[in-house]
Antibody, heavy 126, light 106 residues
């Protein structure tokens, strides 16, 4: 059974860069879409972006100017960098796996999030 | 961006009762909708995909229906472990979006 584990600093200063890594174990990183999703305390879920194992990325337009995702298939890891952070970026950050969908939509073949990490709380504060 | 509106925000029920949760999309998403369950301190768990298909290991008391803009998650008879927050999510268009959630409480 695949397992995902987020890692990275739990505290980031305002205006600096948030960096997280997700390590995938118990399954292949190839052939799946890998996403970052965040959730402020007591609030709902926001999709940040996804990367396919060949390196193709898609970001949420609301964050696109500040986000970079990358993948290292040799280490079974993918990463998130979010720059110029503010207190509004304080959240639990989840990494998640999505297989290709049973059918492609008009814009994408991504499926749904069937495996998730436990989440990493990142606080933005000086 | 496709906006998903879930209702009600909170649903107060007792074990054994039937729960009916709604998710409405701001435009047609065909059947490209999933439902997730989230308990405190845990990540979401996929329940239903493509509107009406149960994910692996999900009990038969969970069912989904709908297409276009209106979708429903039904829990036929609530078990104690079903009290949680439920989210819908669409994959029709970028960006992927989630509804605001429905809390099912005792």
């Amino acid at each position: 059974q695949v397992q995902l584990q987020e890692s990275g600093p739990g505290l980031v200063k305002p205006s600096e860069t948030l960096s997280l890594t997700c390590t995938v174990s118990g399954g292949s990183i190839s052939g799946y879409y890998w996403s970052w999703i965040r959730q402020p305390a007591g609030k709902g879920l926001e999709w940040i972006g996804r990367i396919y194992t060949i390196g193709d990325t898609k970001y949420n337009p609301s964050l696109k100017s500040r986000v970079v995702m990358s993948v290292d298939t040799s280490k079974s890891q993918f990463s998130l960098k979010l720059n110029s952070v503010t207190a509004a970026d304080t959240s639990v950050y989840y990494c998640a796996r999505a297989p290709p969908g049973v059918a492609c939509t008009s814009t994408s073949c991504i499926g749904y999030f069937d495996s998730w990490g436990q989440g990493a709380l990142v606080t933005v504060s000086s | 961006e496709i906006v998903l509106t879930q209702s009600p925000v909170t649903l107060s029920l007792s074990p054994g009762e039937r729960a009916t949760l709604s998710c409405r999309a701001s435009q047609s998403i065909r059947s490209y909708l999933a439902w997730y369950q989230q308990k405190p301190g845990q990540p979401p768990r996929l329940l239903i995909y493509d509107a009406s298909n149960r994910a692996t290991g999900i009990p038969a008391r969970f069912s989904g229906s709908g297409s276009g803009t209106d979708f429903t998650l039904t829990i036929s008879s609530l078990e104690p472990e079903d009290f949680a927050v439920y989210y819908c999510q669409q994959r029709q268009n970028w960006p992927l979006t989630f509804g605001g959630g429905t809390k099912v409480e005792i």
